[in-house]
């Protein structure tokens, strides 16, 4: 799993947090039956599926891989396409294929993703471009917020956008980059943040700061919260947005393992990914069912056909989907609720 960085603008404010009772994992009230799987596989060599979205229309997943492109899933012919890519710079013949970091800050790597529902834009945190908005015909994205000249973010890597108007972004370090992902869970690294992006005005803001590993983000269907994952501290935070909590933040959940990226589905509850730890070193990828209220509705494991940490589930017309670092390929479940 990559990782994350950022430097601190001083004129920013702290992180404000509110007393909350932990709300710990219960048993699930819903029951689900993995029916079948599928590898939806990348184009070439690509890699790292690490966030997928699906637009208004159902269309996708999308994803963004390793080597800077953003790709889109066509069922008719089971196979994904090229529909965007983040960085000015880049070149097919320098990029495409790659896994290799080195070539990141000229290639691009898209690793968070959302739709705006009301316009069809994409919007995708690159750390190494930035904040970026696609079209809805795809093509290089916009850079809203880069990563120099003024802003010096070192690893934006979630994103969030509400219906009226702001988009939430975490910039997931401040010391650690994608090379020493495992040198920031090493050393308990806190120094993570969740942003607020005003298209109007174009003013980025600091909601909260000193995160540990502030890697998944969502919201809820009226934006009065946002939930955010510290995969470090192996917890989700809730952000309040409006009501007499605004501006504070309260623990929600935690885990046996870190969570990753959140996904709000078609009913309103939520699917996070979890890498719970096993005893001989390894992880047992989960993906976590919850309510709004934090209620656990369901678990299933996925660890026989992943071995290795997972970076998202989300669930889209009775089928889950999960990506991860280092995969060449999209996971595709049909689901059963028995």
């Keep these: 799993m990559a990782l994350f960085i950022f430097l601190l603008l001083s004129t920013f404010p702290d992180s404000i947090f509110s007393t909350a009772t932990n709300i710990a994992i219960t048993s699930p009230t819903q029951s689900i039956t993995l029916t079948s799987f599928e590898k939806l596989p990348l184009p070439s060599t690509a890699t790292s599926p690490e966030s997928l979205a ?12 390793s080597d800077g492109r953003i790709l889109k899933y066509i069922r008719l012919t089971k196979s994904f396409v ?3 890519y983040t960085s000015p710079n880049r070149t097919r013949a320098f990029c495409d294929g790659t896994t290799s970091l080195d070539k990141s800050p000229t290639c691009g790597l898209p690793l968070g993703l959302d739709f705006d529902y009301f316009t069809g834009q994409l919007y995708c945190c690159d750390p190494f471009v930035g904040l970026t908005r696609v079209g809805a015909f795809g093509g290089l994205a916009t850079t809203l917020v880069p990563t120099k000249d003024g802003v010096p973010y070192r690893f934006l890597i979630a994103v969030t956008k509400t219906s009226d108007g702001p988009v939430y972004f975490t910039d997931a370090s401040a010391v650690y980059g994608p090379k020493d992902a495992d040198k920031s869970i090493q050393t308990g690294d806190s ?3 969740l942003l607020k992006y005003d298209p109007r005005t174009k003013n980025v803001t600091v909601l909260l700061s000193q995160l540990a590993g502030a890697v998944g983000l ?3 269907s009226d934006a009065s919260f946002l939930l955010v994952s510290e995969f470090i501290a192996k917890r989700i935070l809730r952000y309040w947005l409006k009501g007499e909590k605004a501006g504070t933040s309260e623990i929600f959940l935690t885990f046996p393992g870190g969570p990753n990226k959140i996904k709000r589905n078609q009913e309103g509850n939520y699917w996070v990914a979890v890498n719970a730890p096993k005893n001989d070193s390894t992880v047992a990828p989960q993906g976590v069912k919850f309510s709004p209220s ?5 678990m299933v494991d996925l660890s026989k056909e992943y071995n290795s940490r997972i970076t998202i589930v989300i669930e889209y017309n009775n089928k889950i989907y999960v990506g991860g670092r280092n995969f060449p390929f999209v996971g595709q479940y049909d689901i059963k609720y028995v």
């Design 191 to 193: 120094t993570a943040r």
């Design 218 to 220: 969502a919201t809820d």
């Design 54 to 65: 699906f637009n208004l229309l159902g269309e996708g997943p999308y994803t963004g891989v």
């Design 82 to 84: 090229d529909f965007a």
């Design 294 to 298: 934090g209620e656990i509705l369901a």
